[in-house]
Nanobody, 126 residues
């Protein structure tokens, strides 16, 4: 059973940075598509970034050039480095895993992900 645990959320001012971490256990590294989603109050959950087991990355347009998704060397954790944060980035951020080394297209379709973490809150003030 894959388990995901997010950490690293917090409150920052606009223009600041945060690094989210998602520790993965119960799976063979680099055999899953891993992704970050976020959900703001009153809004649908949206895909932020994804990385497949082969290192291919994908981003939603609103975070390109500001966010970076990466795996640690052992493949047991996925990170989301968030720079130049904006108030509209405020949301609960979730880590998700799909039981396939490739991410299904479109990667932002939440239904394809089998496992989810509990989430970590990110709040950006203006």
């Amino acid at each position: 059973q894959v388990q995901l645990a997010e950490s690293g959320g917090g409150s920052v001012q606009s223009g600041g940075s945060l690094r989210l971490s998602c520790a993965a256990s119960g799976y063979t590294p680099r055999t899953h598509c891993l992704a970050w989603f976020r959900q703001a109050p009153g809004k649908e959950r949206e895909g932020v970034a994804a990385i497949d087991g082969h290192g291919k990355t994908s981003y939603t347009d609103s975070v390109k050039g500001r966010f970076t998704i990466s795996l640690d060397n052992d493949g047991n954790a996925v990170y989301l480095q968030m720079n130049s944060l904006k108030p509209e980035d405020t949301a609960m951020y979730y880590c998700a895993a799909r039981s396939n080394s490739y991410c299904q297209i479109p990667w932002g379709l939440s239904a394809q992900y089998n496992y989810w973490g509990q989430g970590t809150q990110v709040t950006v003030s203006s």
